[in-house]
Protein backbone atom coordinates (compact mmCIF):
# COMPACT_ATOMS: atom_id res chain seq x y z
CA UNK A 1 0.00 0.00 0.00
CA UNK A 2 2.56 2.30 0.69
CA UNK A 3 4.29 2.18 -2.72
CA UNK A 4 0.84 2.85 -4.72
CA UNK A 5 0.66 5.82 -2.43
CA UNK A 6 3.94 7.12 -2.92
CA UNK A 7 3.97 10.46 -5.04
CA UNK A 8 7.69 11.56 -6.22
CA UNK A 9 8.33 15.22 -6.06
CA UNK A 10 9.84 16.47 -8.99
CA UNK A 11 11.67 19.83 -9.98
CA UNK A 12 11.74 21.05 -13.50
CA UNK A 13 14.49 23.08 -14.34
CA UNK A 14 14.05 25.52 -17.75
CA UNK A 15 10.36 24.95 -16.97
CA UNK A 16 9.19 26.67 -20.00
CA UNK A 17 5.40 26.25 -20.69
CA UNK A 18 5.42 23.16 -19.07
CA UNK A 19 5.60 20.19 -21.09
CA UNK A 20 7.81 17.65 -18.91
CA UNK A 21 6.15 19.04 -16.13
CA UNK A 22 2.37 18.14 -17.82
CA UNK A 23 4.04 14.59 -18.97
CA UNK A 24 5.26 14.41 -15.30
CA UNK A 25 1.65 15.47 -13.53
CA UNK A 26 0.32 12.80 -16.15
CA UNK A 27 2.81 10.11 -15.09
CA UNK A 28 2.37 10.51 -11.15
CA UNK A 29 4.69 13.01 -10.22
CA UNK A 30 4.22 15.71 -7.67
CA UNK A 31 5.78 18.85 -9.84
CA UNK A 32 6.78 20.89 -6.88
CA UNK A 33 8.50 23.92 -8.98
CA UNK A 34 9.08 25.01 -12.17
CA UNK A 35 12.22 27.14 -12.66
CA UNK A 36 13.40 29.30 -15.69
CA UNK A 37 14.57 32.77 -16.42
CA UNK A 38 12.05 33.47 -19.15
CA UNK A 39 9.20 35.36 -17.64
CA UNK A 40 6.52 34.74 -20.12
CA UNK A 41 7.38 31.16 -20.35
CA UNK A 42 7.53 31.24 -16.38
CA UNK A 43 3.82 32.97 -16.57
CA UNK A 44 2.41 30.35 -18.93
CA UNK A 45 3.57 27.78 -16.68
CA UNK A 46 2.58 29.40 -13.36
CA UNK A 47 -1.06 29.26 -15.33
CA UNK A 48 -1.24 25.56 -15.57
CA UNK A 49 0.40 24.45 -12.44
CA UNK A 50 -0.73 26.80 -9.94
CA UNK A 51 0.32 24.75 -7.32
CA UNK A 52 3.50 24.49 -7.80
CA UNK A 53 6.15 27.08 -6.71
CA UNK A 54 7.40 29.46 -9.84
CA UNK A 55 11.08 30.53 -9.33
CA UNK A 56 12.13 33.13 -12.11
CA UNK A 57 16.26 32.18 -11.70
CA UNK A 58 18.99 32.26 -14.07
CA UNK A 59 20.20 28.64 -13.67
CA UNK A 60 24.12 29.78 -14.75
CA UNK A 61 24.12 31.49 -11.57
CA UNK A 62 22.09 29.78 -9.24
CA UNK A 63 22.87 26.90 -6.66
CA UNK A 64 20.86 23.64 -5.98
CA UNK A 65 21.36 25.05 -2.03
CA UNK A 66 19.47 28.31 -3.72
CA UNK A 67 16.84 25.95 -5.29
CA UNK A 68 16.43 23.70 -2.16
CA UNK A 69 16.14 27.08 0.30
CA UNK A 70 13.74 29.08 -2.14
CA UNK A 71 10.77 25.43 -1.69
CA UNK A 72 12.36 24.88 2.13
CA UNK A 73 13.35 21.56 1.55
CA UNK A 74 16.74 19.98 1.96
CA UNK A 75 19.17 18.30 0.19
CA UNK A 76 17.42 14.50 -0.45
CA UNK A 77 13.79 15.53 -0.31
CA UNK A 78 13.29 15.33 -4.38
CA UNK A 79 12.72 12.43 -6.36
CA UNK A 80 13.40 13.74 -10.18
CA UNK A 81 15.05 16.63 -11.61
CA UNK A 82 14.44 17.17 -14.78
CA UNK A 83 14.86 19.16 -17.64
CA UNK A 84 15.86 20.62 -21.00
CA UNK A 85 18.33 23.35 -20.90
CA UNK A 86 18.01 25.93 -24.04
CA UNK A 87 19.29 24.12 -26.78
CA UNK A 88 19.69 27.15 -29.52
CA UNK A 89 23.30 26.40 -29.50
CA UNK A 90 23.40 23.09 -30.16
CA UNK A 91 20.72 22.59 -32.81
CA UNK A 92 20.56 21.82 -36.35
CA UNK A 93 18.15 24.47 -37.28
CA UNK A 94 20.12 26.95 -35.24
CA UNK A 95 23.92 28.71 -35.85
CA UNK A 96 25.15 25.51 -34.57
CA UNK A 97 27.02 28.86 -32.44
CA UNK A 98 29.64 27.41 -29.97
CA UNK A 99 30.44 30.10 -28.23
CA UNK A 100 26.71 30.61 -27.29
CA UNK A 101 26.36 31.33 -23.63
CA UNK A 102 23.40 29.04 -23.61
CA UNK A 103 25.00 25.89 -24.37
CA UNK A 104 26.85 25.87 -20.48
CA UNK A 105 23.57 25.88 -19.39
CA UNK A 106 24.25 22.05 -20.11
CA UNK A 107 26.29 21.71 -17.59
CA UNK A 108 24.63 23.51 -15.18
CA UNK A 109 22.22 21.18 -15.28
CA UNK A 110 24.25 18.10 -14.59
CA UNK A 111 25.75 20.32 -11.75
CA UNK A 112 22.38 21.12 -10.04
CA UNK A 113 21.81 17.59 -10.07
CA UNK A 114 24.93 16.61 -8.04
CA UNK A 115 23.96 19.44 -5.61
CA UNK A 116 20.75 18.40 -4.97
CA UNK A 117 21.17 15.00 -5.52
CA UNK A 118 17.52 13.58 -6.42
CA UNK A 119 16.98 9.87 -6.68
CA UNK A 120 16.64 10.17 -10.35
CA UNK A 121 17.41 12.51 -13.27
CA UNK A 122 15.83 13.34 -16.82
CA UNK A 123 17.84 15.27 -19.10
CA UNK A 124 16.06 16.43 -22.25
CA UNK A 125 17.72 18.04 -25.75
CA UNK A 126 17.98 18.14 -29.08
CA UNK A 127 19.25 15.61 -31.61
CA UNK A 128 22.76 17.98 -32.54
CA UNK A 129 24.18 17.91 -29.09
CA UNK A 130 24.75 14.06 -30.19
CA UNK A 131 27.08 15.27 -32.99
CA UNK A 132 30.93 16.34 -33.51
CA UNK A 133 32.70 17.96 -30.27
CA UNK A 134 28.79 18.66 -28.35
CA UNK A 135 28.59 15.05 -27.96
CA UNK A 136 32.34 15.16 -25.99
CA UNK A 137 30.17 18.14 -23.68
CA UNK A 138 27.02 15.92 -23.10
CA UNK A 139 29.76 13.20 -22.39
CA UNK A 140 32.06 15.50 -19.55
CA UNK A 141 29.10 16.75 -17.99
CA UNK A 142 27.41 12.88 -17.72
CA UNK A 143 31.24 12.49 -16.49
CA UNK A 144 30.79 14.58 -13.70
CA UNK A 145 28.07 12.57 -11.96
CA UNK A 146 28.80 8.96 -13.06
CA UNK A 147 30.31 8.34 -9.44
CA UNK A 148 26.64 9.03 -8.04
CA UNK A 149 24.71 7.69 -11.02
CA UNK A 150 23.66 4.83 -13.64
CA UNK A 151 23.33 6.70 -16.47
CA UNK A 152 20.98 5.31 -19.61
CA UNK A 153 21.27 7.40 -23.00
CA UNK A 154 21.39 9.27 -24.64
CA UNK A 155 18.68 8.31 -26.60
CA UNK A 156 16.77 9.65 -29.20
CA UNK A 157 13.34 9.44 -29.55
CA UNK A 158 10.96 10.78 -31.84
CA UNK A 159 7.57 11.96 -30.99
CA UNK A 160 5.69 10.50 -33.57
CA UNK A 161 6.38 7.03 -31.74
CA UNK A 162 4.80 7.92 -28.55
CA UNK A 163 1.48 9.30 -29.95
CA UNK A 164 2.26 12.50 -30.86
CA UNK A 165 1.70 13.80 -34.35
CA UNK A 166 4.94 15.34 -35.11
CA UNK A 167 8.62 14.31 -36.33
CA UNK A 168 10.16 16.34 -33.87
CA UNK A 169 13.14 14.82 -32.49
CA UNK A 170 14.45 14.90 -28.64
CA UNK A 171 17.82 13.34 -26.91
CA UNK A 172 16.95 11.45 -23.25
CA UNK A 173 19.72 11.17 -20.68
CA UNK A 174 18.25 9.05 -17.46
CA UNK A 175 19.93 8.75 -14.19
CA UNK A 176 19.11 6.43 -11.32
CA UNK A 177 21.38 6.71 -7.49
CA UNK A 178 23.62 3.84 -7.90
CA UNK A 179 22.70 4.13 -3.76
CA UNK A 180 19.30 3.27 -5.22
CA UNK A 181 19.38 0.26 -7.16
CA UNK A 182 22.17 -2.21 -8.87
CA UNK A 183 21.59 -1.60 -12.36
CA UNK A 184 19.36 0.01 -15.18
CA UNK A 185 16.70 -2.12 -17.25
CA UNK A 186 18.01 -2.94 -20.36
CA UNK A 187 14.83 -2.13 -21.78
CA UNK A 188 14.20 1.08 -20.75
CA UNK A 189 14.06 3.25 -24.08
CA UNK A 190 11.32 0.54 -25.74
CA UNK A 191 9.39 3.79 -27.56
CA UNK A 192 5.95 2.88 -28.98
CA UNK A 193 2.89 4.53 -28.65
CA UNK A 194 -0.09 2.86 -26.80
CA UNK A 195 -2.34 3.13 -29.64
CA UNK A 196 -1.40 4.15 -33.53
CA UNK A 197 -0.37 7.78 -33.80
CA UNK A 198 -3.08 9.83 -36.07
CA UNK A 199 -1.37 11.64 -39.31
CA UNK A 200 -2.16 14.99 -39.33
CA UNK A 201 -5.86 15.81 -41.05
CA UNK A 202 -7.34 12.98 -37.74
CA UNK A 203 -5.27 14.84 -35.40
CA UNK A 204 -6.53 18.23 -35.83
CA UNK A 205 -10.04 16.79 -35.90
CA UNK A 206 -12.71 19.24 -33.83
CA UNK A 207 -10.24 22.26 -34.46
CA UNK A 208 -12.25 25.33 -36.10
CA UNK A 209 -10.86 25.56 -40.19
CA UNK A 210 -11.92 28.88 -40.96
CA UNK A 211 -10.14 31.62 -38.81
CA UNK A 212 -10.36 35.14 -39.54
CA UNK A 213 -7.40 37.16 -39.58
CA UNK A 214 -8.67 40.07 -37.10
CA UNK A 215 -9.04 36.98 -34.17
CA UNK A 216 -5.58 38.75 -32.73
CA UNK A 217 -6.62 39.25 -28.97
CA UNK A 218 -6.93 36.71 -26.49
CA UNK A 219 -10.76 37.05 -26.40
CA UNK A 220 -11.39 36.81 -30.58
CA UNK A 221 -9.20 33.18 -29.77
CA UNK A 222 -11.34 31.41 -28.13
CA UNK A 223 -14.05 28.84 -30.59
CA UNK A 224 -15.50 26.03 -30.16
CA UNK A 225 -13.99 22.56 -30.76
CA UNK A 226 -15.52 19.04 -31.27
CA UNK A 227 -13.84 16.54 -31.09
CA UNK A 228 -15.38 12.71 -32.26
CA UNK A 229 -12.41 10.62 -32.67
CA UNK A 230 -11.07 8.35 -29.84
CA UNK A 231 -8.09 6.72 -28.89
CA UNK A 232 -4.73 7.73 -26.56
CA UNK A 233 -4.40 10.93 -28.28
CA UNK A 234 -7.69 12.03 -28.36
CA UNK A 235 -8.35 10.96 -24.72
CA UNK A 236 -4.75 13.14 -23.96
CA UNK A 237 -6.44 15.77 -26.01
CA UNK A 238 -9.55 16.58 -24.46
CA UNK A 239 -8.66 15.38 -20.69
CA UNK A 240 -6.34 13.20 -18.42
CA UNK A 241 -6.78 16.64 -16.21
CA UNK A 242 -3.91 15.79 -13.47
CA UNK A 243 -5.29 16.59 -10.11
CA UNK A 244 -4.50 20.05 -9.29
CA UNK A 245 -3.04 20.92 -12.89
CA UNK A 246 -4.44 23.32 -15.24
CA UNK A 247 -5.83 26.92 -15.09
CA UNK A 248 -9.35 26.35 -13.28
CA UNK A 249 -11.81 29.11 -15.30
CA UNK A 250 -10.05 27.65 -18.67
CA UNK A 251 -11.06 24.18 -18.03
CA UNK A 252 -14.76 25.09 -16.98
CA UNK A 253 -14.79 27.12 -20.21
CA UNK A 254 -13.84 23.87 -22.24
CA UNK A 255 -15.95 21.78 -19.77
CA UNK A 256 -18.94 23.88 -20.09
CA UNK A 257 -18.90 25.62 -23.62
CA UNK A 258 -16.27 23.69 -25.53
CA UNK A 259 -14.61 26.39 -26.23
CA UNK A 260 -10.52 26.72 -26.65
CA UNK A 261 -8.01 29.66 -26.41
CA UNK A 262 -5.25 30.50 -29.21
CA UNK A 263 -7.08 30.06 -32.26
CA UNK A 264 -5.76 33.35 -33.40
CA UNK A 265 -5.52 34.54 -36.48
CA UNK A 266 -3.05 35.53 -38.89
CA UNK A 267 -3.10 38.15 -41.52
CA UNK A 268 -1.93 37.14 -45.24
CA UNK A 269 -1.61 38.98 -48.03
CA UNK A 270 -3.81 38.26 -51.46
CA UNK A 271 -0.77 37.55 -53.16
CA UNK A 272 0.69 34.88 -50.06
CA UNK A 273 -2.61 33.39 -49.62
CA UNK A 274 -2.97 32.51 -53.54
CA UNK A 275 0.72 31.40 -53.19
CA UNK A 276 -0.14 29.34 -50.28
CA UNK A 277 -3.64 27.87 -52.07
CA UNK A 278 -1.06 26.37 -54.80
CA UNK A 279 1.22 24.68 -53.24
CA UNK A 280 1.28 20.87 -52.63
CA UNK A 281 1.20 18.75 -49.82
CA UNK A 282 4.62 19.10 -48.18
CA UNK A 283 5.85 21.66 -50.95
CA UNK A 284 7.88 25.17 -49.10
CA UNK A 285 6.56 28.51 -50.13
CA UNK A 286 9.52 30.22 -51.75
CA UNK A 287 9.50 33.22 -49.69
CA UNK A 288 8.35 32.97 -46.54
CA UNK A 289 9.31 29.34 -46.43
CA UNK A 290 6.51 27.52 -44.99
CA UNK A 291 5.27 23.93 -45.80
CA UNK A 292 2.16 23.10 -46.21
CA UNK A 293 1.08 20.20 -43.95
CA UNK A 294 0.66 17.05 -45.48
CA UNK A 295 -2.67 15.54 -44.24
CA UNK A 296 -1.39 11.83 -44.30
CA UNK A 297 2.04 12.51 -42.79
CA UNK A 298 3.57 13.99 -39.45
CA UNK A 299 4.01 18.02 -38.77
CA UNK A 300 7.57 18.54 -39.61
CA UNK A 301 9.43 19.84 -36.14
CA UNK A 302 8.13 23.18 -34.91
CA UNK A 303 10.17 26.32 -34.50
CA UNK A 304 10.26 28.50 -31.66
CA UNK A 305 11.62 31.74 -33.39
CA UNK A 306 14.13 33.93 -30.93
CA UNK A 307 13.33 35.97 -28.05
CA UNK A 308 13.68 39.99 -27.54
CA UNK A 309 17.26 39.29 -26.83
CA UNK A 310 17.70 37.85 -30.07
CA UNK A 311 16.21 40.17 -32.53
CA UNK A 312 12.55 39.23 -31.97
CA UNK A 313 12.05 37.09 -34.93
CA UNK A 314 9.37 35.06 -35.89
CA UNK A 315 9.72 31.22 -36.27
CA UNK A 316 8.35 29.98 -39.53
CA UNK A 317 5.00 28.74 -39.67
CA UNK A 318 3.47 25.34 -41.48
CA UNK A 319 0.73 25.94 -43.51
CA UNK A 320 -2.71 24.11 -42.93
CA UNK A 321 -3.17 21.16 -45.29
CA UNK A 322 -7.18 22.67 -45.62
CA UNK A 323 -6.75 26.50 -46.12
CA UNK A 324 -4.22 28.64 -47.27
CA UNK A 325 -3.23 30.04 -44.10
CA UNK A 326 0.07 29.13 -41.38
CA UNK A 327 -1.65 27.64 -38.50
CA UNK A 328 -3.03 28.77 -34.84
CA UNK A 329 -0.82 28.32 -31.61
CA UNK A 330 -3.81 26.08 -30.61
CA UNK A 331 -3.37 23.44 -33.79
CA UNK A 332 0.27 23.89 -33.15
CA UNK A 333 -0.37 22.78 -29.59
CA UNK A 334 -2.50 19.79 -30.79
CA UNK A 335 0.49 18.80 -33.03
CA UNK A 336 2.66 19.20 -30.26
CA UNK A 337 0.94 16.73 -27.71
CA UNK A 338 -0.52 19.09 -25.51
CA UNK A 339 -4.15 18.95 -24.57
CA UNK A 340 -6.82 21.40 -25.82
CA UNK A 341 -7.53 22.80 -22.07
CA UNK A 342 -4.21 23.42 -21.90
CA UNK A 343 -2.85 27.55 -21.83
CA UNK A 344 -0.13 29.73 -23.24
CA UNK A 345 0.73 33.16 -23.47
CA UNK A 346 -1.97 35.36 -25.04
CA UNK A 347 0.34 37.02 -27.79
CA UNK A 348 0.62 34.54 -30.99
CA UNK A 349 4.39 35.24 -30.92
CA UNK A 350 5.10 33.87 -27.41
CA UNK A 351 2.65 31.48 -27.69
CA UNK A 352 4.76 29.67 -30.80
CA UNK A 353 7.68 30.56 -28.90
CA UNK A 354 6.52 28.49 -25.82
CA UNK A 355 5.44 25.50 -27.40
CA UNK A 356 8.37 25.63 -30.71
CA UNK A 357 10.83 25.54 -27.14
CA UNK A 358 8.83 22.33 -25.19
CA UNK A 359 9.30 18.65 -25.20
CA UNK A 360 6.05 17.11 -26.54
CA UNK A 361 4.12 16.25 -23.36
CA UNK A 362 3.21 12.87 -24.34
CA UNK A 363 6.99 12.24 -25.17
CA UNK A 364 7.76 13.23 -21.63
CA UNK A 365 5.12 11.43 -19.68
CA UNK A 366 6.25 7.91 -21.89
CA UNK A 367 10.15 8.35 -20.59
CA UNK A 368 9.06 9.82 -16.94
CA UNK A 369 6.51 6.73 -16.59
CA UNK A 370 9.06 4.38 -16.74
CA UNK A 371 11.29 6.14 -14.18
CA UNK A 372 8.27 6.59 -11.79
CA UNK A 373 7.63 2.64 -12.01
CA UNK A 374 11.67 2.82 -11.50
CA UNK A 375 11.04 4.65 -7.86
CA UNK A 376 7.73 3.01 -6.87
CA UNK A 377 9.85 -0.55 -7.56
CA UNK A 378 12.73 0.55 -4.94
Given at each position: ??????????????????????????????????????????????????????????????????????????????????????????SHM??????????????????????????????????????????????????????????????????????????????????????????????????????????????????????????????????KVQ?????????????????????????????????????????????????????????????????????????????????????????????????????????AAR????????????????????????????????????????????
Amino acid sequence: MEKQSFVPKLIDLFCGCGGMSLGAARAGFNVVAGIDYDQRALAAHTLNFPNAAHLNFDLSFTSGADILSALDLKVGDIDVVAGGPPCQGFSHMGHRDTSDSRNQLLHDFFRLVSEIKPKAFVFENVPGLLHGHYADWLSDACFSIEDDYWINGPQQIAAFQVGAPTLRKRVFVIGIRKAMISTLPVDLWKARAKTVTPKVRHALDGLPLDIESDWKKARGGFRKVQVTRKGHFFRSATGRIPRGVGNREAIARYRSKREVSSCTGTIHSEDLTERYACLLYGQADSKTKSVRLDPTGYCPTLRAGTGPDRGSFQAVRPIHYLRPRVITPREAARLQGFPDWYQFDATKWHSFRQIGNSVSPLVSEHILAKVRSLLNGL
